[in-house]
């Protein structure tokens, strides 16, 4: 069965020797000047020593791919439509995991528009 982009569903994206589970915050949407059915994504990272952002940390378990403390690096949001997130999943370069509860994903939206590492023209969207 082919994967379906939606809101709450995640994805594993390679990131250096690993991967970092990323969070599809909306169902495909039309945002004027960008390409249509184009969906915002947020990545966990686990914390290590040094700086992070802070705007939203989860503990071990909220998502069975989580297995330490982690932030959300909302510095890496970005988009992307949902057609290229089908057309990698479906080449195996991208691997669908669990979805994440609505309230998680709607306190995501909310740490999206808190940090100040997000970048400007992701905050000017609404997301719903």
Known sequence: MAWV????????????PG?????????????????PQSCVLVSFSTIRLGPYDATWVVQAG?????????????????????????????????????AVTEQLRADLITGLYASLLTPRYLKKLHIV
């Not at 982009?5 to 250096?16: D, H, R, V």
């Not at 330490?68 to 999943?89: N, W």
């Open 62 to 98: 909220v998502h069975p791919f989580i297995k330490e403390a982690s932030f959300v690096a909302y510095r890496q949001a970005r988009m992307e439509t949902a057609g290229v997130l089908a057309e990698r999943v479906d080449s195996g370069m991208y691997v669908a995991r669990e």
């Open 19 to 35: 991967y970092h589970l990323f969070v599809v915050l909306n169902d495909p949407a039309d945002f004027p000047t960008y390409p």
């Open 5 to 16: 982009c939606q809101a709450g569903g995640t994805l594993l994206i390679p990131s250096g």
